[in-house]
């Protein structure tokens, strides 16, 4: 490709938040976002999201998707597609703006255009004696170690890994998981585990002081503060229940 095209493609990886919607009512999905991000405009920093009706409760015949694209981005998430649609449906936001993903889109690198995907590597030879087997690959880390204060407007993100925290996190600080979090100091700012949909995440900390937690995208955010048997002390967040989960946040005794 030209250097000088007044058009060019160039890969990249962008963050996009896989948002699970129960229905497509504006009205009650205000309230819901109400009780979640309180709609403040900056509690998403302008993040991209994908809406996945794949558990949606059956849709009204006719959805206004401009509506629902304008309620998200009071609270600064930016609808850019669908997924889990009917199809009379997905062609309706799609006009609108929204054009389907498929699953197995999300994820995963495309080449660039007029690049040649690289062929399959050929199999491995098999080894020429029994007692001399191929030495496995190295296990991906399955747990992540944040040593250090995350102060104010920072985040960090484990993906597809535990977390573990042993400073403290401040107000208005964000640490996300796609396992546990474990916050061994004060948990002022906002902890996610289970962020790609783990139902069986935890969140364990030693002094819970926090803005928000959440497990699998379900959350709850402590506008009045944490109620005072649980504040500034050790707790744990989890789901409850299968058909309708429910956030549970309980004592954790350490000793």
């Known amino acids: 490709m030209a250097k000088d095209s007044l058009v060019q493609f160039k890969g990249t990886t962008l963050k996009i938040i896989l948002t699970?919607?129960?229905?497509?009512?504006?009205?009650?999905?205000?309230?819901?976002l109400e009780a979640l991000t309180g709609?403040?405009?900056?509690f998403f920093e302008g993040e991209l999201s994908v809406l996945d009706f794949g558990e949606a409760e059956a849709l009204a015949d006719e959805v206004d998707w401009a509506a629902l694209v304008a309620l998200l981005r009071q609270s600064g998430l930016h609808?850019?597609?669908?997924?889990?649609?009917?199809?009379?449906?997905?062609?309706?936001?799609?006009?609108?703006?929204?054009?389907?993903?498929h699953a197995d889109s999300l994820g995963k690198a495309r080449p660039r255009p007029g690049e040649a995907r690289a062929a399959p590597p050929a199999p491995p030879a098999p080894p020429a004696r029994a007692e001399t087997p191929p030495v496995p690959p190295e296990a991906a880390p399955r747990t992540v170690?944040?040593?250090?204060?995350?102060?104010?407007?920072?985040?960090?993100?484990?993906?597809?890994?535990?977390?573990?925290?042993?400073?403290?996190v401040s107000a208005g600080a964000e640490v996300i998981a796609d396992g546990n979090i474990h916050v061994y100091a004060p948990l002022r700012g906002r902890a996610l585990a289970g962020a790609s949909g783990d139902r069986t995440a935890r969140i364990?900390?030693?002094?819970?002081?926090?803005?928000?937690?959440?497990?699998?995208?379900?959350?709850?955010?402590?506008?009045?503060?944490?109620?005072?048997?649980?504040?500034?002390?050790?707790?744990?967040?989890?789901?409850?229940?299968?058909?309708?989960?429910?956030?549970?946040v309980s004592p954790l005794a350490l000793r």
């Open 145 to 168: 170690t944040l040593d250090k204060p995350l102060r104010s407007g920072q985040r960090f993100y484990a993906k597809g890994c535990d977390l573990i925290v042993t400073a403290m």
């Open 204 to 248: 364990f900390t030693t002094s819970l002081e926090a803005e928000l937690v959440s497990v699998a995208g379900i959350y709850r955010t402590f506008e009045a503060g944490v109620p005072a048997e649980l504040a500034r002390q050790p707790a744990t967040v989890s789901l409850s229940g299968d058909e309708a989960p429910r956030l549970a």
């Open 79 to 101: 609808a850019i597609a669908t997924r889990g649609l009917a199809e009379k449906h997905a062609l309706a936001a799609a006009d609108a703006g929204l054009p389907v993903v």
């Open 20 to 32: 699970h919607l129960q229905t497509a009512d504006p009205a009650r999905l205000h309230a819901a």
């Open 39 to 42: 709609n403040h405009p900056d």
